[in-house]
């Protein structure tokens, strides 16, 4: 699948292939456009998960990285009480709501949370919070909200960078450490755990938490990630917590 988006097509929400075909964009740079922006620009003008995402309806392009992790690892099931960290702007929620309700919309044991300090618009079979996961508070009010324990905790979030390499590393490390320390508040017994990480992966501390709390932890980089970029995601399945 590398370098072509999925269609959301197929006969239990998973990703499939396209052969569309996207022409090279050049971007002119005009006077009051720096070069980051001008680099930013061209890049999503020239970036066919980009395309993709406005083709298939989805609110960004990261909704094929959990497309391609889920293929992968078999992630999302319908029946499952599942909390999306770090949702805005939604793409993620909106493959777990395809994904969970597909059979049956008229489910009243599946849950969908998505939670962010940034609003976000509503979806259908979401439940949004606009909260700080963080807060002493959240896990009650979450478990509270899922009548229940949740099956799949998901982080997509990201540590704002400095550019100086071991700050930003701290930052990823630390943002990671507080998602898993709220998800396995959480999580029920067989649960599982993907969150976004940079440079490497996780450290050796967090990575021995998991491997000693999950049957199975493993790195993976979807397709869809940008290859200039260094982010990967650590999934880990099979919670002996709870």
């Not at 999503?44 to 959990?66: C, E, F, I, T």
Request: with cysteine; aromatic share 6%.
């Amino acid at each position: 699948m590398a370098g072509k988006p999925p269609r959301k097509t197929g006969s239990k929400g998973k990703p499939g292939t396209s052969s569309g075909r996207h022409l090279n964009v050049r971007v002119k740079k005009a006077k009051k456009l720096s070069n980051s922006s001008a680099r930013w620009l061209s890049r999503q003008l020239n970036d066919p998960y980009v395309h993709a995402a406005k083709r298939d309806g989805y609110r960004s392009r990261a909704a094929y990285k959990l497309l391609q992790l889920d293929e992968k690892f078999s992630l999302i099931k319908p029946g499952m009480r599942i909390i999306d960290l770090g949702a805005a702007p939604g793409g993620w929620s909106q493959v777990l709501s395809e994904i969970v309700f597909k059979q049956n919309r008229n489910d009243k044991i599946s849950q969908i949370i998505a939670l962010d300090i940034l609003p976000m618009e509503p979806l259908t079979h979401v439940i949004v919070f606009h909260a700080d996961f963080t807060a002493d508070d959240a896990p009650e009010k979450i478990r509270g909200a899922l009548n229940g324990k949740a099956d799949l905790v998901l982080s997509d979030m990201a540590a704002p960078t400095t550019g100086h390499n071991a700050t930003d590393h701290l930052r990823i490390i630390g943002l990671a450490e507080l998602a898993y320390d709220f998800a396995r508040s959480v999580l029920a017994p067989k649960g599982a755990f993907v969150c976004k990480l940079f440079q490497g992966g996780a450290d050796k501390d967090l990575l021995a938490t998991l491997k000693k709390d999950f049957a199975s932890v493993k790195h993976a980089k979807p397709a869809a990630s940008r290859s200039d970029s260094a982010e990967t995601y650590v999934v880990a399945q099979g919670f002996r917590g709870g």
